[in-house]
């Protein structure tokens, strides 16, 4: 039976119809599994963004004229389309965004134990690998439009 509404209890399908659980060791192992995914999901993010920060740095131009071409350049193309920090970026970004549809597809089974451990995995991945005595992050905005 599907549930539409929240509840707690042992017996849940996650994900897929072979993903079910009837007693407390499956649903523990379950929970266990959505935890982990989840610090596993801001893992991921935090390395996501180390790209996103050395494509930027590695792409910088050298002068402010150069920030700005009115048209591309063909013979530029390999800086752009080849540079492995965006390429890595950009596979990692796929990544990411797979695991974060799943997580949400996971807490779509109305169960409370998944939400929370999904909820709490977040947290405590964001605590580990997100959070902390790092140097202070710099946020540039390319296109001040919020519509873009």
């Known amino acids: 039976m599907m549930h539409m509404t929240l509840y707690w209890g042992t017996q849940v399908t996650v994900l897929f119809s072979s993903w079910k659980t009837d007693s407390w060791p499956s649903?523990?192992?379950t929970l266990l599994?959505?935890?982990l995914f989840s610090v596993f999901y801001?893992?991921?993010e935090e390395r996501r963004l180390r790209f996103k920060t050395l494509a930027s740095t590695a792409a910088a131009p050298s002068s402010p004229a150069a920030a700005t071409p009115?048209?591309?350049k063909l013979g530029r193309g390999r800086s752009r389309w080849g540079?492995?920090?965006r390429i890595s970026e950009s596979v990692l970004f796929g990544v990411n965004s797979a695991i974060g549809y799943l997580l949400m597809l996971a807490i779509m089974s109305f169960n409370g134990g998944v939400l929370v451990a999904i909820v709490l995995g977040l947290s405590v991945g964001y605590y580990l690998f997100r959070s902390g005595d790092r140097e202070e992050v710099v946020v540039e905005v390319e296109n001040s439009c919020?519509?873009?």
């Open 27 to 29: 649903y523990a192992l």
């Open 33 to 35: 599994a959505c935890f």
């Open 42 to 44: 801001q893992n991921m």
């Open 70 to 72: 009115l048209l591309f």
């Open 83 to 85: 540079n492995p920090c």
């Open 146 to 148: 919020a519509c873009s």
